[in-house]
């Protein structure tokens, strides 16, 4: 049984935790307010990264025998800094991931990603050989690739999923502490799906984008009458990335290639036309009837992707509705009038 | 003999205190209106109407509050941060942190052994944790601020109020209320919510003990229990801790004359 | 409503757009800061405001391609193609004093683009969507040390229809990384040169290098000269220089106005000429300061005699450039910067900006929505704490003057001072 690497962002490949023999273990904060993160992290920083270090200080957290901080975003630069001395516990590993999606870019990216498996490796037992990171790298694509699967009959209509479920399944997923648990969430949901589902037929079919989604959402947004059909966000469909060819020889530049290449998120600003592009197929592909944003408050990512969100939505003319959100789950009572007032316009 | 005062002028109420010899001989809280100088100068004559003292025998004014720049007979301005450190100072000179909770800025001042101010650090912008806040979350409660510390003692819990943004906090204390929780279950919320504010100002400063607290929100018993369980220990509170700012500030007069 | 104020709402806006484009009103604007040229304390400050003008008129009379930049791009790259730099933000800070501010805000905020972002990029965003901004040939921007930089930038190019170019900055300073930038920069200049078709001129790009080393020659000699006591300038005055940093470097201009202030530093030095009648404390200022009037200076300095001895942003954080192997030296240059990488750098080199200019107490000030600067400030507190170095964090906003409050403002400057007096 392995020791638990933490992770936050989703460009951090997990296959290289994985073949080391370690678990990785995503960090999604906690409910409620963040008072002890807030003595070391400023008022206007984003609620995601206070939460998790609130869990962090809280010792809310199993034990974790290090962290990969990937300095993606402002935010999880300040907290890379902050995270080993105010906060986590084993060892903080950083790493740097580009905003570009070119060739340079990749070969940058993986030289970081060995560096990286050199420094996990450290804490472990063993060295990473080549043929273990590419038995990782094939057995987390096929999990993958079964959600992918999974999520794609949804919208095709031949399976009634909840978002709500899929949602919870995919934080299951990503939390999961043991490889058994991992396998044990994977074969609950497929019994799920031979259950009958509540049927959301009917409803209008929705896509959810925007910084990392809070839990309840979904679930919310269904039980007012919507239907989350796909989830755009680091915790939802993006983090299932994409199928890329598989590469000969160097498995840091496959790693590169899949997570860099995969649907991106509003930090790759160099890369925003493949962003719109990606937003055009989930509409025509999984017949979207409206969009709702979820604009972390303090993201500066989110504020200026919702305003190309924006003009995406007024070109295809879709409606679309903008939700600020705290990360808290206080924040109910005022998304419950905006989403059902929405809804109410189709 | 020597007759000093100190006038606090803040943003909802002006304090005048007049001490003789180290002694406080009168003392008056006043609603703050819109003339500062004017209320000033009313807060000041009917301190020394208390203590029996008249204008003449005055040797030092020193102004403090949001108003301070205002008092043009005051002979000396002095923030309240470092009239707080010093009333306290005279009160309990043991005391290693001031919390001051007022109407526009809460703040923990860090004092050293001889009472002097050590560092301080004050509410952010966006933050709630404030006299104010507590106002704003009273009416939207429709109930007297003055009733908020009893009424949330009585309360088995709080509710949880998840946002500091008064904004956000105002519309979740609105669906607390239309969900049908205890008006006392939110109100210790709230407490609770601006004691874990004002805690984590105090942990960026790194307080120790012993701490006291001054300020009208002091006289909130709900946020001083939440306060105390926040930080783990016990908090002093003065008697009057309203006038702190204006006896700190006589107390500065004071000793400017020695 | 007043006919008048009719007549002006309506035409103020258009008058304003059109006097930017007219070669008038830049011939005008110089003449009355020419007639003026006495009254100005330092004369490498009306340099600056000449030079400055020339530049905004380049840009609005579109007098070679324009290239917008954010304020952390190596301009040198700008000025060695013979472009036109115009860097937003900076034109955000000069906005507020035109009058247009207010008006760019609504635009901004009526566009979704929120309170919580930094207002410097709202303010841009809002004056280049109401008109007010020489519209970009092609658009660089660099992803340190803000978020909200690159976002702005390249909504800005597609709102324009222009090429926008990203120059990714890591963390590290490795190999690895000056390779990776080093190439990314070689890439941009090319990219630029293609795209606005102006010819490749080696000797040129190589002059703008040797032009940014000079700059970097004089500003550390200015430096050197604010080390002193006293200090023969007040932060107020030593401010506005800053925004070369920003916008000059790689220009002939810069170099000559830091020589200019150089001369006039070391001559006040010599005839003992102190920047304030008394200096009662040294401070050190971080990050920038509000653009429209405050009182925040002169109570500091006039008032009190806390005199900012230096600027964070003043710090020369990088080794002099090698012409001959430009991308890797800018891309060295780049990856110096002390705001970069773990917060542990950034503290390290402001500890040893309180040593050399000796310094009695730090302020930093909040700009609201500036994350980058402000987030991990916590570890920067600690840090000074145990070096028992008073430390004031201001909080404020730049150029969204609604969000100043004075008396907060002067409490805490006032207790800050207090504090400094009683160590």
Same mark, same amino acid.
């Given at each position: 049984?392995?020791?638990?690497?933490?992770?936050?962002?989703?460009?951090?490949?997990?296959?290289?935790?994985?073949?080391?023999g370690?678990?990785p273990?995503?960090?999604?904060?906690?409910?409620?307010?963040?008072?002890?993160?807030?003595?070391?992290?400023?008022?206007?920083?984003?609620?995601?990264?206070?939460?998790?270090?609130?869990?962090?200080?809280?010792q809310e957290?199993? #034990?974790?025998?290090?962290?990969?901080?990937?300095?993606?975003?402002?935010?999880?630069?300040?907290?890379?800094?902050? &995270? %080993?001395?105010?906060?986590?516990?084993?060892?903080?590993l950083?790493?740097?991931?580009?905003?570009?999606?070119?060739?340079?870019?990749?070969?940058?990216?993986?030289?970081n990603?060995?560096?990286?498996?050199?420094?996990?490796?450290?804490?472990?037992?063993?060295?990473?050989?080549?043929?273990?990171?590419?038995?990782a790298?094939?057995?987390?694509?096929?999990?993958?690739?079964?959600?992918?699967?999974?999520?794609?009959?949804?919208?095709?209509?031949?399976?009634?999923?909840?978002?709500?479920?899929?949602? +919870?399944?995919?934080?299951?997923?990503?939390?999961?502490?043991?490889?058994?648990?991992?396998d044990?969430?994977?074969?609950?949901?497929?019994?799920?799906e031979?259950?009958?589902?509540?049927?959301?037929?009917?409803?209008?079919?929705?896509m959810?984008?925007?910084?990392?989604?809070?839990?309840?959402?979904?679930?919310?947004?269904?039980e007012?009458?919507?239907?989350?059909?796909?989830?755009?966000?680091?915790?939802?469909?993006?983090?299932?990335?994409?199928?890329?060819?598989?590469?000969?020889?160097?498995?840091?530049?496959?790693?590169?290639?899949?997570?860099l290449?995969?649907?991106?998120?509003?930090?790759?600003?160099?890369?925003?036309?493949?962003r719109?592009?990606?937003?055009?197929?989930?509409?025509?592909?999984?017949?979207?009837d409206?969009?709702?944003?979820?604009?972390?408050?303090?993201?500066d +990512?989110?504020?200026?992707?919702?305003?190309?969100?924006?003009d995406?939505?007024?070109?295809? *003319?879709?409606?679309?509705?903008?939700?600020?959100?705290?990360?808290?789950?206080?924040?109910?009572?005022?998304?419950?009038?905006?989403?059902?007032?929405?809804?109410?316009?189709? | 003999?020597?007759?000093?005062?100190?006038?606090?002028?803040?943003?909802?109420?002006?304090k005048?205190?007049?001490?003789?010899?180290?002694?406080?001989?009168?003392s008056?809280?006043?609603?703050?209106?819109?003339?500062?100088?004017?209320?000033?100068?009313?807060?000041?004559?009917?301190?020394?109407?208390?203590?029996?003292?008249?204008?003449?025998?005055?040797?030092?004014?020193v102004?403090?509050?949001?108003?301070?720049?205002?008092?043009?007979? @005051?002979?000396?301005?002095?923030?309240e941060?470092?009239?707080?450190?010093?009333?306290?100072?005279?009160?309990?000179?043991?005391v290693?942190?001031?919390?001051?909770?007022?109407?526009?800025?809460?703040?923990?001042?860090?004092?050293?052994?001889?009472?002097?101010?050590?560092?301080?650090?004050?509410?952010?912008?966006? @933050? @709630?944790?404030?006299?104010?806040?507590?106002?704003?979350m009273?009416?939207?409660?429709?109930?007297?601020?003055?009733?908020?510390?009893e009424?949330?003692?009585?309360?088995?819990?709080?509710?949880?109020?998840?946002?500091?943004?008064?904004?956000?906090?105002?519309?979740?204390?609105?669906?607390?209320?239309?969900?049908?929780?205890?008006?006392?279950?939110?109100?210790r919320?709230?407490h609770?919510?601006?004691?874990?504010?004002?805690?984590?100002?105090?942990?960026?400063?790194?307080?120790?003990?012993?701490?006291?607290?001054?300020?009208?929100?002091?006289?909130?018993?709900?946020?001083v229990?939440?306060?105390?369980?926040?930080? *783990?220990?016990?908090?002093?509170?003065?008697?009057?801790?309203?006038i702190?700012?204006?006896?700190?500030?006589?107390?500065?007069?004071?000793?400017?004359?020695? | 409503?007043?006919?008048?104020?009719?007549?002006?709402?309506?035409?103020?806006?258009p008058?304003?757009?059109?006097?930017?484009?007219?070669?008038?009103?830049?011939?005008?604007l110089?003449?009355?800061?020419?007639?003026?040229?006495?009254?100005?304390?330092?004369?490498?400050?009306?340099e600056?405001?000449?030079?400055?003008?020339?530049?905004?008129?380049?840009?609005?009379?579109?007098?070679? %391609?324009?290239? &917008?930049?954010?304020?952390?791009?190596?301009?040198?790259?700008?000025?060695?193609?013979?472009?036109?730099?115009?860097?937003?933000?900076?034109?955000?800070?000069?906005?507020?004093?035109?009058?247009?501010?207010?008006?760019?805000?609504?635009?901004?905020?009526?566009?979704?683009?929120?309170?919580?972002?930094?207002?410097f990029?709202?303010?841009?965003?809002?004056?280049?969507?109401?008109?007010?901004?020489?519209?970009?040939?092609?658009?660089v921007?660099?992803?340190?040390?803000?978020?909200?930089?690159?976002?702005?930038?390249?909504?800005?190019?597609?709102?324009h229809?222009?090429?926008?170019?990203?120059?990714?900055?890591?963390?590290?300073q490795?190999?690895?990384?000056?390779?990776?930038? @080093?190439?990314?920069?070689?890439?941009?200049?090319?990219?630029?040169?293609?795209?606005?078709?102006?010819?490749?001129?080696?000797?040129?790009f190589?002059?703008?290098?040797?032009?940014?080393?000079?700059?970097?020659?004089?500003?550390?000699?200015?430096?050197?000269?604010?080390?002193?006591?006293?200090?023969?300038i007040?932060?107020?005055?030593?401010?506005?220089?800053?925004?070369?940093?920003?916008?000059?470097?790689?220009?002939?201009?810069?170099?000559?106005?830091?020589?200019?202030?150089?001369?006039?530093?070391?001559?006040?030095?010599?005839?003992?000429?102190?920047?304030?009648?008394?200096?009662?404390?040294?401070?050190?200022?971080?990050h920038?300061? %509000?653009?429209?009037?405050?009182?925040?200076?002169?109570?500091?300095e006039?008032?009190?005699?806390?005199?900012?001895?230096?600027?964070?942003?003043?710090?020369?954080?990088?080794?002099?450039?090698? #012409?001959?192997?430009?991308?890797?030296?800018?891309?060295?240059?780049?990856?110096?910067?002390?705001?970069?990488g773990?917060?542990?750098?950034?503290?390290?080199?402001?500890?040893?900006m309180?040593?050399?200019?000796?310094?009695?107490?730090?302020?930093?000030?909040?700009? &609201?929505?500036?994350?980058?600067?402000?987030?991990?400030?916590?570890?920067?507190?600690?840090?000074?704490?145990?070096?028992?170095?008073?430390?004031?964090?201001?909080e404020?906003?730049?150029v969204?003057?609604?969000?100043?409050?004075?008396?907060?403002?002067?409490?805490?400057?006032?207790?800050?001072?207090?504090?400094?007096?009683?160590?």
């Amino acid at each position: 049984m392995g020791a638990l690497i933490g992770w936050f962002c989703h460009y951090t490949p997990v296959e290289i935790i994985t073949a080391l023999g370690f678990i990785p273990y995503r960090l999604l904060g906690r409910e409620g307010n963040t008072p002890r993160a807030d003595t070391y992290l400023v008022g206007n920083l984003c609620p995601y990264v206070k939460s998790c270090l609130e869990t962090a200080i809280r010792q809310e957290l199993p #034990p974790l025998a290090g962290t990969v901080i990937a300095r993606s975003c402002n935010a999880m630069i300040h907290l890379a800094s902050t &995270w %080993p001395r105010y906060g986590g516990q084993g060892a903080t590993l950083v790493l740097d991931v580009p905003r570009r999606l070119d060739e340079e870019a990749v070969l940058y990216y993986s030289q970081n990603l060995r560096r990286l498996a050199g420094e996990l490796a450290w804490l472990g037992e063993r060295q990473l050989e080549d043929s273990l990171l590419w038995q990782a790298i094939d057995a987390w694509e096929e999990q993958r690739s079964y959600w992918r699967g999974l999520l794609a009959a949804r919208a095709r209509g031949e399976i009634c999923l909840s978002g709500s479920d899929v949602m +919870a399944w995919l934080d299951g997923w990503q939390t999961c502490a043991t490889a058994a648990g991992r396998d044990k969430g994977q074969a609950g949901s497929a019994a799920i799906e031979q259950q009958s589902r509540p049927d959301f037929r009917g409803r209008p079919r929705l896509m959810l984008a925007g910084s990392i989604l809070p839990a309840e959402l979904p679930a919310l947004i269904e039980e007012w009458g919507g239907w989350s059909v796909f989830e755009d966000a680091c915790n939802g469909r993006r983090f299932l990335l994409a199928e890329v060819a598989r590469e000969t020889g160097d498995p840091y530049l496959h790693l590169a290639r899949l997570y860099l290449g995969g649907p991106p998120c509003p930090r790759m600003v160099a890369d925003q036309t493949r962003r719109q592009q990606y937003w055009a197929g989930v509409v025509d592909d999984y017949q979207i009837d409206g969009v709702i944003y979820h604009v972390m408050k303090f993201c500066d +990512a989110a504020i200026y992707d919702f305003r190309a969100m924006k003009d995406f939505c007024d070109r295809r *003319g879709l409606p679309l509705l903008r939700l600020d959100g705290d990360y808290t789950g206080g924040a109910r009572g005022q998304w419950q009038t905006r989403v059902e007032a929405f809804l109410e316009m189709f | 003999m020597t007759v000093t005062a100190g006038l606090d002028l803040g943003s909802l109420t002006t304090k005048a205190v007049v001490i003789r010899d180290g002694v406080i001989a009168g003392s008056v809280v006043m609603k703050s209106g819109v003339q500062s100088e004017d209320i000033a100068w009313r807060a000041l004559k009917a301190a020394l109407d208390q203590a029996g003292i008249g204008e003449e025998q005055v040797d030092g004014i020193v102004a403090t509050g949001y108003g301070r720049v205002r008092v043009p007979f @005051a002979h000396h301005k002095v923030t309240e941060i470092t009239c707080h450190a010093r009333g306290i100072y005279h009160l309990w000179p043991e005391v290693a942190t001031v919390i001051d909770i007022g109407g526009q800025d809460s703040k923990v001042i860090l004092l050293d052994r001889g009472g002097k101010v050590r560092d301080f650090v004050m509410n952010e912008k966006c @933050a @709630a944790g404030t006299g104010r806040f507590l106002e704003v979350m009273a009416r939207s409660l429709e109930v007297n601020v003055e009733e908020m510390g009893e009424l949330s003692l009585a309360a088995p819990r709080g509710a949880s109020i998840s946002s500091m943004c008064t904004v956000f906090a105002e519309s979740e204390v609105v669906s607390l209320v239309a969900e049908g929780r205890p008006v006392a279950e939110i109100i210790r919320g709230l407490h609770e919510a601006v004691a874990q504010r004002v805690a984590a100002m105090a942990s960026r400063v790194g307080w120790e003990e012993p701490v006291a607290m001054t300020g009208g929100v002091a006289k909130n018993r709900g946020v001083v229990k939440s306060l105390e369980d926040n930080l *783990g220990t016990a908090i002093r509170v003065p008697p009057d801790p309203q006038i702190i700012g204006a006896l700190g500030a006589a107390l500065l007069a004071a000793d400017s004359k020695k | 409503m007043d006919i008048y104020q009719l007549i002006r709402f309506h035409l103020a806006g258009p008058l304003r757009r059109r006097a930017f484009k007219s070669p008038w009103a830049y011939r005008l604007l110089k003449q009355l800061v020419a007639a003026q040229k006495k009254r100005y304390s330092w004369q490498a400050a009306y340099e600056l405001l000449l030079n400055t003008i020339d530049q905004v008129a380049a840009a609005y009379l579109q007098q070679g %391609p324009v290239v &917008w930049h954010n304020v952390f791009f190596p301009t040198e790259i700008l000025y060695g193609l013979g472009l036109v730099p115009f860097a937003p933000e900076a034109a955000a800070a000069v906005a507020v004093g035109l009058g247009v501010a207010e008006e760019a805000f609504r635009v901004a905020e009526g566009d979704w683009v929120s309170g919580e972002s930094c207002s410097f990029h709202r303010l841009a965003y809002g004056c280049d969507r109401a008109g007010y901004l020489p519209p970009p040939g092609a658009v660089v921007c660099s992803s340190h040390l803000c978020d909200a930089a690159p976002q702005s930038l390249a909504a800005a190019a597609g709102y324009h229809h222009v090429p926008f170019y990203l120059l990714d900055v890591p963390h590290r300073q490795d190999a690895a990384a000056i390779n990776y930038v @080093a190439r990314q920069l070689k890439s941009i200049t090319f990219s630029l040169a293609d795209a606005l078709g102006v010819p490749w001129d080696q000797e040129r790009f190589q002059e703008a290098l040797l032009a940014s080393n000079t700059a970097r020659e004089h500003l550390l000699a200015v430096n050197r000269l604010r080390r002193q006591r006293p200090a023969c300038i007040r932060g107020d005055e030593a401010h506005g220089f800053i925004y070369l940093m920003l916008a000059g470097f790689g220009s002939e201009a810069a170099a000559a106005v830091y020589r200019q202030l150089a001369a006039e530093l070391e001559q006040r030095w010599r005839e003992q000429r102190r920047a304030v009648p008394e200096e009662r404390a040294r401070l050190l200022w971080l990050h920038l300061r %509000p653009y429209y009037p405050t009182e925040i200076f002169n109570l500091l300095e006039q008032e009190a005699g806390a005199v900012v001895v230096f600027e964070e942003m003043h710090h020369v954080y990088w080794e002099p450039l090698d #012409p001959a192997r430009p991308f890797y030296s800018l891309a060295g240059k780049v990856l110096s910067h002390h705001g970069l990488g773990c917060m542990s750098r950034r503290i390290e080199a402001i500890l040893a900006m309180v040593d050399a200019y000796q310094v009695d107490g730090v302020i930093h000030f909040a700009h &609201w929505g500036c994350r980058q600067s402000t987030a991990g400030l916590r570890l920067l507190q600690d840090a000074l704490r145990d070096r028992e170095i008073p430390f004031l964090n201001l909080e404020g906003d730049c150029v969204d003057k609604s969000k100043y409050a004075p008396g907060a403002t002067r409490t805490r400057l006032e207790g800050f001072l207090e504090m400094l007096r009683a160590v």
